[in-house]
């Protein structure tokens, strides 16, 4: 059906994007290694001529490194290559001569959700010049350990958090707007939205039976919980126990949204 056809294409895409991301690190290893070869021959030329080639400090030019401007120049191309391969997964971007700024566009499902902005420095080092990223998302451990070795790891990593916290946040949300008829007070849930308690009631032989839900989700990259616990109170029937124990189970498999739904 047409949910196939979308399936193909965008794994089509994917793969597309992989392939182009393998391609563009070729021929940015490759625009490296020119860089350094021109290096070299201009030392030999200065070298047969016996003329010390120096550098911009007033030092001799080390030949295993590029200048400063083709290490610039490499390292705006690296960017650009970065924005090609990200656009398929909502992370776009501005590249000027100074800095580059990112954009995570978020989303749940089918719902389009918020927009988290990031701008780098590109010289003398990268580093983080502005950001709209909240507070309790992780940015700046990400960074000490990914910023500089690993540019691509670090924004597919904020970009991961980010959706698995707006995906939390969104299934509270619309827990609370769609079944408030269900629920005994209002949800109970802490800023990154990966501790979750609520308490709700079934009805059964006539009467209602309050329960009470507790999720945690461990994973901050994911937007389903790594442990749901359900409970009833001591007198409850027996019943109510082994319904429990499958809303536990639910609330594991489900959106939180979808599992009261069921």
């Known amino acids: 059906g047409v949910l196939a056809q979308l399936a193909v294409l965008e794994g089509r895409a994917r793969r597309d994007a992989v392939e182009r991301e393998r391609r563009e690190r070729r021929e940015e290893r490759l625009a490296l290694l020119e860089c350094r070869a021109r290096e070299l021959r201009l030392r030999r030329e200065r070298l047969r001529q016996q003329e010390p080639r120096v550098g911009d400090a007033g030092t001799p030019s080390d030949p295993a490194h590029p200048a400063p401007r083709a290490i610039l120049e490499w390292r705006i191309r690296s960017l650009r290559a970065l924005l090609q391969v990200f656009h398929l997964t909502g992370i776009s971007g501005k590249l000027s001569k100074r800095s580059v700024c990112f954009t995570f566009s978020t989303a749940y499902e089918n719902s389009r959700l918020d927009s988290f902005h990031l701008e780098l420095l590109l010289r003398p080092q990268v580093r983080i010049q502005r950001h709209s990223i909240p507070a309790f998302i992780p940015l700046e451990p990400l960074s000490r350990e990914f910023l500089l070795t690993d540019l691509r790891r670090f924004l597919a990593l904020l970009s991961q958090h980010l959706n698995g916290y707006v995906g939390r946040r969104f299934q509270a949300e619309q827990l609370q707007e769609r079944f408030s008829h269900r629920l005994q007070g209002a949800p109970q849930r802490n800023s990154l939205c990966n501790l979750l308690t609520f308490s709700y009631s079934v009805t059964g032989n006539s009467r209602s039976f309050p329960l009470r839900a507790r999720l945690l989700y461990r994973d ?39 599992a009261f739904q069921t």
């Not at 901050?220 to 319904?243: F, I, Q, W």
């Not at 639910?250 to 979808?258: E, G, M, N, S």
């Open 220 to 258: 901050p990259l994911r937007s389903l919980p790594t442990e749901a616990t359900v409970s009833c109170s001591p007198d409850a029937p027996a019943a109510l126990a082994a319904t429990a124990a499958e809303h536990s189970e639910l609330f594991r498999r489900l959106a939180l949204h979808k």
